[in-house]
């Protein structure tokens, strides 16, 4: 487990760095890919999910 937190927070930095700069390119979609396969794999994934489905419900209210 604390091998997959440290992987989503690097591959967090370096996608941050990497849309920060408007680097877009494969390397880019390599590490968006893998920071979202490391993130489904921590605790975060349930309230993201559930973030995700609330927003997704809102947007009929707006």
């Given at each position: 487990?604390a091998?997959t937190?440290?992987?989503v927070?690097?591959?967090?930095?370096v996608?941050?760095?990497?849309?920060?700069g408007?680097?877009?390119?494969?390397?880019?979609?390599?590490?968006?890919?893998?920071?979202g396969f490391?993130?489904?794999?921590?605790?975060a994934?349930?309230?993201?999910?559930?973030?995700?489905?609330a927003v997704?419900n809102?947007?009929?209210?707006?």
């Amino acid at each position: 487990m604390a091998v997959t937190v440290s992987l989503v927070l690097l591959f967090g930095l370096v996608l941050f760095f990497l849309l920060r700069g408007k680097s877009l390119g494969f390397g880019s979609a390599f590490i968006a890919v893998m920071f979202g396969f490391f993130l489904a794999s921590t605790g975060a994934a349930g309230p993201v999910n559930e973030l995700t489905a609330a927003v997704i419900n809102a947007i009929p209210d707006l």
